[in-house]
């Protein structure tokens, strides 16, 4: 890592330490936090990133547009499984809690996030403190494919923008299925390949995700039959075409003609 990123990465990591500590401190009736805040900006130049202590609307209910489609998105993907208030509902990969916060707070169902990236559950974990879910919504560290849960723990496993790109993807499914109960769904948003996308698309878009995993629509509707999974479906999300358009304006007849692009995949367990 060179030394300037490491600088980088020390400074992010830094601050969020930093602003649970504040947090804890604020609670227990020690320290006034804005008046701490507004002194600390005198550092903003120096070791400080004062960014990382707003929260607008959108990052406390969606991520900031993290995941296609964002808010609006994860409001489509709760309707689409009919998510219910006595839902106890996993969120694998869930970042820094956008969409586990908007669940909990729209249908009032209870919510576990879980994520591998310890400075994202801090900061869900404080935006959840701002918002007063922490009744509705905890979270835990964990990796998806090693699920540190029961059998038969939760009524709905649910991901947007991570899964299945955070490890073999079988195996994740097989982890999804064994915590889901009884009839329980599977709800799952990310970006995909489809059959659509040939050779020729590389050829004419070399600097397009060259590296990394890619994941296909098809074998992954596939695998999820293979786990066990039924009623297994997957729905286009209509905003993929500016979304990743403007990102990659090169390729953006890939997105155009659903060649690549962000899917609602859903399924039940058996």
């Not at 106890?88 to 970042?95: N, Q, S, T, V």
């Not at 097989?174 to 769904?185: K, M, W």
Request: net charge negative; glycine share 8%; proline share 3%.
């Amino acid at each position: 890592m060179e030394s300037k990123d490491r600088q980088e990465t020390w400074t992010q990591t830094n601050s969020l330490l930093l602003l649970g500590i504040v947090d804890l401190l604020e609670e227990k009736g020690l320290l006034d936090k804005n008046g701490f805040l507004e002194r600390l900006t005198a550092f903003k130049d120096e070791s400080i990133d004062i960014g990382l202590f707003r929260n607008t609307e959108d990052e406390l209910r969606g991520d900031a547009g993290y995941h296609c489609g964002g808010q609006q998105a994860t409001v489509r993907m709760a309707e689409r499984i009919g998510l219910s208030s006595g839902d106890l509902l996993l969120d694998a990969g869930c970042g820094a809690g956008g969409p586990a916060r908007h669940l909990a707070e729209a249908w009032g169902c209870s919510v576990v996030g879980l994520d591998r990236e310890y400075d994202r559950l801090l900061i869900a974990t404080i935006r959840t403190r701002l918002m007063g879910l922490l009744d509705k919504v905890r979270f835990k560290f964990g990796d998806a494919a090693e699920m540190p849960f029961e059998d038969h723990s939760f009524d709905v496993v649910w991901s947007q923008g991570a899964l299945p790109f955070t490890g073999d993807v079988k195996k994740i499914f097989q982890e999804c299925y064994r915590v889901l109960r009884p009839d329980g769904r599977l709800a799952v948003q990310t970006s995909f390949f489809t059959s659509r996308h040939t050779d020729e698309d590389d050829r004419r878009h070399p600097d397009f995700l060259p590296t990394g995993p890619r994941n296909y629509l098809e074998p992954t509707l596939d695998c999820l039959k293979a786990v066990g999974f039924h009623q297994v479906e997957s729905e286009w999300v209509k905003e993929s075409v500016a979304f990743y358009s403007e990102r990659n304006p090169k390729a953006s007849a890939w997105f155009r003609d659903r060649k690549y692009g962000s899917y609602m995949v859903t399924a039940k367990k058996s």
